[in-house]
């Protein structure tokens, strides 16, 4: 790994900050977890879903959801279908592993759609010059400036005064990377919702959600698909019920036409019988016989027309079932509109609070440089021991963090004449970016 001066010795670290937040606050967002390789104590979030074709709803699996933790041996277990390898492979590949285990073990006819996100990272450490060493958890989007923040910094000097501004600023950085990766996810969420009410075939989302955005716009565009299929198929059962049921009135409107005909005939066969009966030609029970059978017909012909009723109030069930699955639907995904648009403008609220502490922050380094005229050359060495390898990095970089990676801090550059009184002044220069001694 190249090395180099992390500045000149007579920059000191706070104005090196300032300009390594302004590079840090545009810079790559979170790793991509579809990409992402899993490795040991990763915490797995593994959801279920299969579609009920008995009626027509897709139903969670609770008994298998849930989050689960990686083991050292690099397999996960879960329920049903036991032990997972996991290690050095992405979520994907791990959802569309269980899908076809657990088809294969319940029997099912269909895959249940499986979706895999890693719920918690393996943590990272900070150690080294630093106020606070230890683990961290760790979050997508990390650097190593952001650890070193998280981290506390350099061990806490005497002369807080002069530290604090270039610590809010950092602190103000992370927390805009953190919500500026919340705005993109809730873009993403939003731009799945309005397809959702516009009944779109696919979701168009917004141009800035580029590259760096790939995990999250593809997790929004897979629970776009699951959901508008499952709404499709829960209408289509409904239709395939309805025209059966229209299929079955048609049918015994069918058989209302024949008894109908039938009855016709035997009335017609009634009436002939009668004067035959006068004049002694048949009996009457003939006649009755025939009666029987017209009395018959016309109970055929009632319980007919009974069923139909009841198969068309079948049929206005059905209909009523659709409006009603698509309303509840559209009332949904409004109320979560609803509710993603708001928490989109508290971030951008927030964000604007941050630029804002920012500016101040910079304006109370500024203002420290014009009171204090001595000053020592700092600058920050991050040693980075990442699986087999050690990477360092003194020439300014801020480089991203992946989880389980072992960060040593160490603070380089010499001191100014003045002793003590100079350690105080760390990192102190003019507004106009030039050290004291160049203009005096």
């Known amino acids: 790994m190249e090395t180099g001066e992390f500045m000149h010795r007579n920059v000191p670290l706070y104005i090196s900050l300032t300009a390594a937040v302004a590079l840090t606050v545009a810079a790559a967002r979170a790793e991509d977890g579809l990409n992402y390789p ?54 994907p590949e791990i959802a569309a592993d269980v899908a076809n285990r657990l088809q294969a073990q319940v029997g099912l006819i269909a895959k249940p759609s499986v979706i895999v996100d890693i719920a918690e990272y393996r943590p990272y450490y900070v150690m080294g010059d630093v106020d606070h060493p230890g683990e961290f958890a760790f979050k997508p989007g990390l650097t190593a400036l952001k650890a ?8 806490l000097i005497q002369w807080a005064t002069a530290w604090q501004p270039a610590h809010d600023l950092l602190s103000a950085a992370g927390d805009m990377r953190t919500l500026s990766q919340r705005i993109d996810e809730l873009k993403a969420k939003r731009a799945r919702l309005g397809a959702e009410l516009a009944s779109e075939s696919a979701v168009s989302f917004p141009p800035e959600l580029g590259a760096n955005s790939k995990s999250l716009v593809e997790r929004e565009r897979q629970l776009f698909e699951v959901r508008r299929d499952a709404l499709r198929q829960g209408l289509n059962s409904l239709a395939s019920q ?35 009966v006068q004049n002694g030609l048949i009996t009457t029970a003939q006649i009755l016989t025939l009666q029987q059978a017209h009395s018959d017909l016309q109970s055929q012909q009632l319980d007919i027309n009974g069923r139909i009723f009841i198969v068309r109030e079948q049929i206005s069930k059905t209909e009523k079932d659709m409006l009603d699955l698509q309303s509840t639907r559209q009332q949904e995904v ?43 050359a700092t600058a920050i060495r991050f040693t980075i021991r990442r699986r087999h390898s050690i990477l360092t990095f003194d020439d300014g970089r801020d480089p991203p963090i992946e989880p389980g990676d072992i960060i040593t801090v160490e603070r380089t550059g010499s001191q100014a004449a003045g002793g003590p009184q100079s350690a105080a002044q760390t990192g102190i220069v003019r507004a106009d970016g030039k050290s004291p001694a160049g203009v005096q």
């Open 334 to 376: 409004l109320a979560d509109m609803q509710a993603t648009e708001a928490s989109l403008q508290e971030a951008v609220n927030h964000i604007q609070t941050l630029s804002d502490i920012m500016g101040q922050a910079q304006a109370a380094i500024g203002t420290l440089s014009l009171a204090n005229p001595l000053h020592t």
């Open 38 to 91: 899993i490795s040991p104590q990763d915490k797995l979030s593994v959801r279920v879903y299969a579609w009920q074709q008995a009626d027509g709803t897709l139903r969670e699996w609770p008994a298998f959801n849930g989050q689960f933790v990686v083991g050292s041996d690099g397999r996960v277990e879960l329920p049903l279908i036991g032990l997972v390898d996991a290690a050095s492979r992405s979520a």
């Open 242 to 276: 309805k025209a059966l049921n229209e299929e079955e009135v048609k049918a015994l409107q069918g058989r209302i036409a024949v008894k109908a005909n039938q009855s016709q005939r035997i009335e017609a066969q009634i009436e002939r019988t009668k004067g035959l």
């Open 148 to 155: 070193y923040t998280i981290a506390g910094g350099f061990r």
